[in-house]
Nanobody, 118 residues
Framework: QVQLVESGGGLVQAGGSLRLSCAAS????????MGWFRQPPGKEREFVAA????????YYPDSVKGRFTISRDNAKNTVHLQMNSLKPEDTAVYYC???????????WGQGTQVTVSS
């Protein structure tokens, strides 16, 4: 059974940093684009970052560009999200996912809560 498990969330003050991890089990996703998404309280889920299968290309929305860095280790079947200069508006449940087809994401994990206090 395919499973993605996120970890690394927590409570941090504004300006602080967190590093999220996503571990995949059940199969390898080394040939797929991987991504991070988040769902703030009372809002819809939104795109945060993505990385190509090789790791050579990364994608970010303007809201996190320059502050967040996505990386992957295909040998360990893991994806990471380094989050720096965190802001209260980054508060959300963060999820990782696999791009199963272009712009179609699946195998969602259970999410990890990130709370940034002002």
């Amino acid at each position: 059974q395919v499973q993605l498990v996120e970890s690394g969330g927590g409570l941090v003050q504004a300006g602080g940093s967190l590093r999220l991890s996503c571990a995949a089990s059940g199969r390898t996703f080394s040939g797929y684009k991987m991504g991070w998404f988040r769902q703030p309280p009372g809002k819809e889920r939104e795109f945060v970052a993505a990385i190509s299968w090789s790791g050579s290309s990364t994608y970010y929305p303007d809201s996190v560009k320059g502050r967040f860095t996505i990386s992957r280790d295909n040998a360990k079947n893991t994806v990471h999200l380094q989050m720096n200069s965190l802001k209260p508006e980054d508060t959300a449940v963060y999820y990782c996912a696999v791009e199963q087809r272009p712009n179609t994401w699946g195998h969602w994990g259970q999410g990890t809560q990130v709370t940034v206090s002002s």
